[in-house]
């Protein structure tokens, strides 16, 4: 998926110690532009690169946030 690829080379841009949600990795319109399905796939793909993959050196999972998105931590 182009998107996720795109998410996680976003996630070098930010500082250690950041909260962020995976919306935050896009610009306004990129987000905008995705269909709720492509959203909820990319969250759910996001969220195993995280939990069991690459990623998992350099991004936690944080708390969940008041509109139930999942929250990440950059290391």
């Known amino acids: 998926m182009k998107c996720l690829n795109l998410a996680i080379q976003e996630v070098e841009n930010l ?3 950041e909260v962020f949600l995976v919306k935050d990795l896009f610009k306004g ?6 269909d709720t399905g492509e959203r909820r ?3 759910a793909l996001f ?3 995280v ?3 690459d990623l998992q050196t350099v991004v936690e999972v944080g708390l969940k946030s008041s509109a139930n ?3 990440y931590i950059k290391k």
Do not use: I, P
């Open 69 to 71: 998105q999942q929250q």
């Open 15 to 17: 500082e250690s110690g």
């Open 51 to 53: 939990r069991h993959d």
């Open 29 to 34: 319109y990129e987000w905008n532009r995705l």
């Open 41 to 43: 796939s990319l969250g």
């Open 47 to 49: 969220l195993k690169k």
